[in-house]
């Protein structure tokens, strides 16, 4: 049986985030970016473009999406889906602001045994 744990890790402080831009954090071997919108809404999404890999926290942050800096794919900040004519997902996380600081959700699988 598989479940998964869930827990929230800091991120950095919201401030640090430009606006329209992201900042990279890394968890263990996973690299996250969080974006920050004009209107200052917070997103969290593997810092990897579904296409090629790209690094997502060097696009340009518009409309609730993000442009890939390689090959201007734009991905869904809402949802992590490929927008347009392409085709493809990265993970995304949840995000929850406390008193300034920026809060991630990083769920792991856990291996359940029954006897």
Known sequence: MNAHSR???????FDDIPQ????????????????RTVNDDVFALEDKCPHKGGPLSAGIVHNNCVTCPLHNWDISLETGEALGADDGRTSKFKVKLDDGVVMLCIEEPVHLTTL
């Open 20 to 35: 329209r831009g992201a900042i990279r954090v890394q968890h263990g071997q996973l690299r996250i970016a969080v974006f």
């Open 7 to 13: 827990y929230w890790f800091r991120a950095g402080y």
